[in-house]
């Protein structure tokens, strides 16, 4: 166990609430780091391969869910759930592999950046098409109930998507058969350079939830403790039989879409406004009003995880490309 | 005697009978038992769980079937008409084909249904998708010709722990019947077959077109050409050691089929023949096929379009000639 | 003009409505009688190429809508629109030639049935991919907005189309642009053998209005005055700029899904149930009640219809099959 | 001195000028000025109106713009990639490219955006799409190789009647560089060009090959081999005489694209030239072309995956060497 998880062990005294905030901290703050590192540093340095999106402001969303979670339940992260991998034991390395197209990224070289997955994980990889994971994580939901489980599929998205036609398909055929579906949208207010008001008419993505006959909620995204009662409110929906359940997690994306993008269409006040709502922050002032962390506690912390990313990220640069002999592997199952 | 349709639903009522993760998707397949009644009597016999209808959406059910088998179940999805696999072109062409590349994940499952003219379906009710996605790695592409070609691939297709698309012919389901062996067999993907022997020269072909080329080839035997037709049943991958056998013994070749010309998969076949089989041609490779036009509806249009065994006859007469 | 026709023009006397009520009559008599020819006796004797697809106790559809229409706007009727074709001056000759595969058809034998179109007539033909019209009527609202006219396009469609990505992309994109567009639904409550309940999981089609942030109403489809009011209520509301307008038409399919099908899965009663709502019949009950038509009339008339009829299939059986000589035309703009 | 980039900017803008018909819609052009900037300043220059930012929805653009080109408008769809056409799939192949033929209405529309691999984009960011075009009939296929063509093809694809496809490769975007001439001037569509004479062998291709080719032709010239290229520029309708005409001349071909092998376009050239050429080959007409994978993402796997120079120069050698 690395020092810094041991931020999540508080042997005695502090009771659940306190518990579960050091578990938000760790994986908001890794998953900060980790894109930190990679938006940066790595990509200033060129070491990252293809495009860099993070989730800088957005990362209570895929931990409040994330933790909401059984392990057997499945997860559709979309690029900006960086924090569902390392929850399910994905490594930073792994990740900073991945980043940089090594043989030790989650797809081995073959794909880049989020388009990670795990079938022993329960991770299912998106593809680029945005929305394209909702029918899939429906059909998902249909083999849990289909195999009698009382697991949920757990499909993660930007506002950007509910635009698409695979968002309304997948939606309309869960609701239609009751599966066990959570939808979680990121709404961050802009689709890469598009703000809300010219994707929707309609004032929330959760306004959509009666189109489906399903329920649907809005959250404070920058506020973890909220994202995740309303992720468990809507597991114990599906778990129970009860359909698919949407939550709409209002947020605002702090960086532009991608690591090229300036943002300059994105009105300046507006960042500032956000960075007042920055959810670590929200979360460690919590923390230390509640007692649930020393202020030592947090340095150390921090201190801590730079030394974990920085460990990962040298594994990572020594970590060989792929062979080129591969290329044509695995395009269908090797015969036998 | 099993009618081609018939083949295809004992096929998968066999399938369904011997794993429990096989199950249907689609529109009008359960209560109603699909538009050509593939799956007539399969709700019954299997329960609404394993036999299910969903609105109408085929982006959706194909990304379905896409979750499910990643989640190690094996869908079949009915297009209530393959030319609707348009409307889910993106799940099929960028998500099933390249899972398995990108991150060594198992997509099992078939999306099958009818394609295919001769029925006056006019422009979206005759289309041959199949050269899309030929033309995709990833994904397998199956159209038997025969019964028993037809249950053997579906219960391959099935088994298969690839995507797989299957191409039904629509206006074979009630045309061709044969004998099928009792029990349990398969036929395996990726293997064509010499459907009949001959020394002249060869049609390679498959679908409708394996009829065709029967047709014209009884009528060559009469004027004492001998014509070698290999129906080549999976379209991807491609059994180009059959295909190349074939023109090396004969030395002249027809590539036969239903769907338009530009683009289709006579081109590819022809690339293959004109690199790896160069020295054995004794005339140019031929093709047959629709021309590029939509499928008209009209049937007297829509029989100009379509190939049949008078041009084949034609063509193979010329070539002899040549 | 034929002697049909003169059941609209009343010379003196009655007022507006009376006048409306005699069109409402004439098209949606002509409409059952072309579709009743067409499905009951051309198709059973194999003189209908391809799919039979009739919308009997639906013309109140077509028919009240169409009639709220300036000739200017522009139309995308769908399987069970045909009363549309004939408003717009498409003469039911045309019709049976049509279906019959002749060169006499809208198509000129390549395409069936109710894929009809032409662009002087302002008609769109759709494609069989169902709910693939609605983006390109929005397209079509869009060009009528960019050139400086006020009219509309109107996008029919069933309840079937509403499950279909197509739909909700154009939706939503004509509701962000204020497009003039009146999407009228269809809901006979099945899509072929799909019952509603199986294809969405809220109450009404309505019901999706607010996902789009446009109005949505929903109108008795069986009541041609209703649907024609709620059809002017939804095109001035288009006209005016005010974006996108959805009416709900709830009736009844009171056949198979097509000549074909039997219709096994629907319960018998239904059928009786809506026989008593057949719009045709509640029409002419008005009309003799109010006395804006006499009964005498309403036979003449029905005879008058029969005559045009048998006329119109007599010319389309002796109309030519197209050349096959001109089967690779006009896949492309001639080279001049 | 213009980029491809620019040039394609330029001609757009042209046509906004002289037409006021024409007008832009898709993602993130307006405002932003599209991902990779092409259509950076045309808001300020035409408003709003005419440079249209959309939802995020590819069906729905391209369904938009066939609705507004049925209305007698010109509109310039984009793909913020061209991968993503595969969403708006069944608009592009059954209503755009089948309205003409069908009731005789016109669809004056392009589809345009950046395709093609050598960024490091991976699966998703790096098709070459155009094959699933070439096989539709009513559509027409673009792919310039250089600036120049790139500005007379785009202004053709607008003010063509008819549905174009414009594959735009994203590798050329800034990487090639040519002075173009004042004024207005347009590259008839459905014409091929001969960019370098030759008499030993044929490369026929298109795109990033045209520039893989040259390079390679260079080499070859001081091995006393001489190259021609041909440079198809418009993929459909194909250009068969320019194509046949220079494999009559030299007896050897190359068909070299960087879309994968299988499916590809290769094989339609292949095919027409076994038919029609057969008399004049001196060796096996060859295929170069990317394997038949996905798109792989590391640069180590995407360099070995890609067609180059090397690769056509060794095969060059190959086939003078039969
Ligand atoms: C079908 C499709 N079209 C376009 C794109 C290009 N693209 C990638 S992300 C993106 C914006 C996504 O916005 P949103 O869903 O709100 O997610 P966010 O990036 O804001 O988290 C776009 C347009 C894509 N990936 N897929
Ligand atoms: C994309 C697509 N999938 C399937 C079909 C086959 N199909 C034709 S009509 C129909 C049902 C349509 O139902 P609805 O929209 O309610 O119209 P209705 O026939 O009830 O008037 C189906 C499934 C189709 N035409 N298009
Ligand atoms: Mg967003
Ligand atoms: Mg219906």
Redesign the pocket.
């Known amino acids: 166990m690395s020092v810094a998880q041991a931020v999540m062990n508080v042997a005695e005294g502090p009771g659940e609430e306190a518990h579960l905030s050091r578990r938000f901290l760790y994986y908001m703050s890794l998953m900060r780091e980790v894109e930190d590192r990679i938006e940066r540093k790595l990509y200033r340095q060129s070491k990252i391969v293809g495009g860099v999106y993070v989730a800088r402001g957005q990362e209570a969303i895929p931990v409040g869910v994330g933790l909401a979670l059984e392990p057997e339940d499945v997860v559709f992260p979309s690029h900006r759930d960086l924090a569902i991998y390392l929850m399910r034991g994905v490594g930073p390395r792994q990740i900073f592999a991945q980043y940089m197209g090594r043989i030790g990224g989650l797809t081995g070289g073959r794909d880049g950046n989020m388009h990670m997955g795990d079938l022993k994980l329960n991770i299912v990889a998106i593809i680029s098409a945005i929305g394209a994971c909702v029918p899939v994580a429906a059909g998902a939901a249909l083999a849990l109930k289909y195999k009698g489980t009382n697991n949920v599929a757990v499909c993660f998205f930007g506002d950007g998507a509910t635009s698409r036609g695979d968002w309304h398909e997948g939606i309309n055929l869960a609701a239609v058969q009751k599966l066990p579906l959570v939808l979680v949208c990121n709404n961050n207010q802009y689709a890469y350079s598009t703000p809300i008001e010219k994707q929707m008419a309609c004032a929330n993505v959760a306004d959509r939830g009666p189109a489906y006959g399903i329920p649907a909620e809005i959250v404070d995204g920058n506020d973890v403790f909220a994202v995740h009662e309303a992720a468990q409110r809507a597991v114990a929906h599906a778990r129970d039989g009860l359909g698919p359940y949407l939550i709409e997690c209002k947020t605002f994306r702090m960086t532009g879409h991608s690591a090229h993008d300036p943002a300059d269409y994105v009105p300046k006040e507006l960042f500032a406004e956000w960075e007042q709502k920055d959810p670590i922050r929200r979360l460690l002032e919590r923390m230390l009003d509640s007692g649930w962390i020393a202020p030592e506690d947090v340095s150390r912390h921090y201190d801590d995880l730079r030394k974990e990313v920085d460990a990962a990220v040298e594994w990572a640069e020594a970590c060989p490309y792929p062979d080129p002999a591969t290329l044509l592997d695995n395009v269908y199952e090797p015969r036998s | 005697m099993a009618t081609y349709l018939e083949a295809i639903r004992e096929g998968i009522g066999e399938e369904m009978e011997r794993d429990p993760g096989v199950f249907l998707i689609g529109?009008?397949i359960a209560v109603y038992g699909g538009a050509f009644k593939i799956t007539a009597g399969m709700l019954d016999r299997f329960g609404e769980r394993r036999v299910v209808d969903t609105p109408?959406c085929?982006s959706g059910i194909v990304g379905a079937a896409i979750g499910a088998a990643l989640m190690g179940l094996r869908p079949v999805a009915e297009m209530?008409f393959m030319d609707?696999i348009s409307?889910g072109f993106d799940q099929v062409v960028n998500f099933a084909a390249k899972c398995r590349y990108r991150w060594n994940a198992p997509v099992p499952m078939v999306i099958r249904g009818p394609s295919g003219g001769g029925t006056h379906g006019g422009p979206f009710h005759s289309q041959n998708p199949e050269a899309w996605f030929f033309h995709t790695p990833g994904l397998k592409v199956v159209a038997p010709a025969t019964p028993y070609d037809a249950k053997g691939l579906i219960k391959s297709s099935i088994r298969d722990n690839d995507p797989v698309l299957f191409f039904e012919h629509k206006a074979l389901y009630r045309r061709v019947k044969e004998d099928l062996p009792a029990g349990d067999y398969t036929v395996p993907i990726g293997k064509a077959k010499v459907v009949r022997e001959g020394k002249d020269l060869s049609v390679i072909t498959y679908g409708s077109g394996v009829h065709m080329a029967l047709e014209a080839a009884e009528a060559l035997d009469r004027e004492g050409v001998s014509m070698e037709i290999v129906d080549l049943r999976t379209l991807l991958p491609l059994d180009e050691d059959t295909v190349l056998a074939s023109v090396r013994k004969t030395s002249r070749v027809i590539l036969l089929h239903e769907d338009t010309l530009t683009g289709g998969i006579g081109g590819e076949l022809a690339a293959r023949i004109a690199e790896k089989a160069f020295e054995f041609l004794d005339a140019p490779v031929v093709r047959i096929a629709a021309p590029d036009t939509p499928v008209p509806f009209s049937p007297v249009l829509e029989e100009a379009f379509l190939p049949n065994a008078r041009k084949v006859l034609e063509k193979a007469r010329w070539l002899c000639a040549y």
Do not use: G, T
């Open positions: 529109e009008d109408l085929e209530q609707f409307c």
